[in-house]
T-cell receptor, first 113, second 111 residues
Framework: DAKTTQPPSMDCAEGRAANLPCNHSTISGNEYVYWYRQIHSQGPQYIIHGLKNNETNEMASLIITEDRKSSTLILPHATLRDTAVYYCIVRVNNNNAGNMLTFGGGTRLMVKP | DTAVSQTPKYLVTQMGNDKSIKCEQNLGHDTMYWYKQDSKKFLKIMFSYNNKELIINETVPNRFSPKSPDKAHLNLHINSLELGDSAVYFC??????????FGPGTRLTVL
């Protein structure tokens, strides 16, 4: 799986949009971008994923640059409950290598009142 | 109606003991996993298992072994526990290569 680079920490004001960047300059054409988060003392939680096009679901939006070398996860109206470590992961969607996820250090997002 | 459950939530034991952590998923998924999160909070895959294949992360000592009595369960057995095994262990499941659902974790402390 391609390596990703994320800032170690970010702050965001409650109610504002949180924009979390991720660099994946060595991404291959068949690798997807996935985002998970881990709230303190809980298991990781899937947020969203995409290949080329921007994606949106009830939790967040994912913006992938045209060259696919970077992406941004957007939480449109951050709440205190969004305080967590956010992980950007790139991987191929197939069963080779056991479908394992490789987690990096992630970004620790602190949402402040 | 918990999707992925683990027992116990906390496990405290002495060095040298053998212990097991249980994992169950009620999502009907065909693939299950074990991850380890150490004191520095790094999450590392240990095993990936479906009814056809077990894939082991090469860094995992052979004291660790997953056992699956059926598709809904993947238990983790650990022999001869060492201090360095202290960590939080997460079970997860997915349908093929789709998104993974994680359990709440088991905090293992080896004294």
């Amino acid at each position: 799986d391609a390596k990703t680079t994320q800032p170690p920490s970010m702050d965001c004001a409650e109610g504002r949009a949180a924009n979390l960047p991720c660099n994946h300059s060595t991404i291959s054409g068949n690798e997807y971008v996935y985002w998970y988060r881990q709230i303190h003392s809980q298991g990781p939680q899937y947020i969203i994923h995409g290949l080329k096009n921007n994606e949106t679901n009830e939790m967040a939006s994912l913006i992938i640059t045209e060259d696919r070398k970077s992406s941004t996860l957007i939480l449109p109206h951050a709440t205190l409950r969004d305080t967590a470590v956010y992980y950007c992961i790139v991987r191929v969607n197939n069963n080779n290598a056991g479908n394992m996820l490789t987690f990096g250090g992630g970004t620790r997002l602190m949402v402040k009142p | 109606d918990t999707a992925v459950s683990q027992t116990p939530k906390y496990l405290v034991t002495q060095m040298g003991n053998d212990k097991s952590i249980k994992c169950e998923q009620n999502l009907g998924h065909d693939t299950m996993y074990w991850y380890k999160q150490d004191s520095k909070k790094f999450l590392k895959i240990m095993f990936s298992y479906n009814n056809k294949e077990l894939i082991i992360n090469e860094t995992v000592p052979n004291r660790f072994s997953p056992k699956s009595p059926d598709k809904a369960h993947l238990n983790l057995h650990i022999n001869s526990l060492e201090l360095g095994d202290s960590a939080v262990y997460f079970c997860a499941s997915s349908e093929r290569y789709n998104e993974q659902f994680f359990g709440p974790g088991t905090r293992l402390t080896v004294l």
